[in-house]
């Protein structure tokens, strides 16, 4: 591990999960969006599922990490693209539906949850390039909101251990929940890092 920062409540590791993730305190909620082995594919890989057709592909994403300790480190979890992995049937699955999306691109992404409640949809743009922060696949926001809300209302403290650009740690800055973030590549780290502090930033001049 290189780096650790803390903003506010937010703890961000610069680093790999498989060996951050065990040190740190049980959380309440894991919630990620883990890569899911596309960039694998893209370099003649040997996973063979319906996604090879997808086009792009990521240095980062060139395997499918093991899900089953890092959803045990959270009280709940939900895992976006939980649909790529081997995970218990789920009451709650979360579907993003793309309000922008084209014919060749997915309509909607799916989440896996531990949560014990009906099956949800959140209906949102998916950001380009120019409205994103330099991460190729960062999430909305408001998306990562509504997945926090949707969650027990005891919630307070949150891991993400695939967090690339930070958005689940902007999202836990903006309500008020504590946060551990682990990023393995250093550029997306540093992303993370400065949209969180951001995101504290603004609290600080409206408070
Ligand atoms: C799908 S992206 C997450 C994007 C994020 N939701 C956002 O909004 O920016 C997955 C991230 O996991 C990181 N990653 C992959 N394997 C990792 C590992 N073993 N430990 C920590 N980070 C890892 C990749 O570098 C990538 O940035």
Redesign the pocket.
Same mark, same amino acid.
Request: with cysteine; hydrophobic share 20%; net charge negative.
């Given at each position: 591990m290189s780096k650790i920062v803390t903003i506010g409540n937010a703890t961000l590791y610069h680093?790999?999960?498989?060996e951050?993730l065990p040190s740190l305190p049980k959380v309440d909620l894991v919630l990620? !969006?883990?890569?899911?082995g596309i960039g694998s594919l893209m370099k003649g890989g040997t996973n063979t599922g319906h996604w090879c057709t997808l086009s792009g592909g990521?240095d980062?994403?060139m395997?499918l990490?093991d899900i089953a300790p890092i959803i045990a480190h959270g009280i709940h979890a939900v895992v976006?693209?939980g649909n790529y992995f081997p995970l218990p049937p789920a009451r709650c699955v979360l579907a993003w539906r793309k309000l922008n999306a084209v014919p060749t691109q997915a309509d909607f992404e799916l989440a896996w949850t531990s949560f014990d409640k009906p099956a949800k949809m959140f209906s949102h743009v998916s950001g380009g390039a120019m409205q994103? !922060?330099g991460?190729p696949?960062?999430?909305p926001v408001p998306l990562?909101e509504w997945c926090l809300n949707l969650a027990p209302k005891n919630t307070s403290t949150v891991a993400?251990?695939?967090?690339?650009?930070?958005?689940?740690g902007v999202a836990c800055a903006n309500m008020g929940k504590s946060f551990y973030g682990?990023?393995?590549?250093r550029k997306?780290f540093d992303?993370?890092c400065e949209r969180i502090e951001r995101a504290y930033a603004q609290q600080r001049l409206f408070a």
């Open positions: 680093g790999d999960c498989r951050i990620t !969006d883990p890569p899911y990521n980062w994403d395997e990490p976006w693209g994103r !922060d991460h696949t960062q999430k990562i993400d251990p695939f967090m690339g650009s930070g958005t689940t682990i990023e393995r590549e997306y992303i993370a």
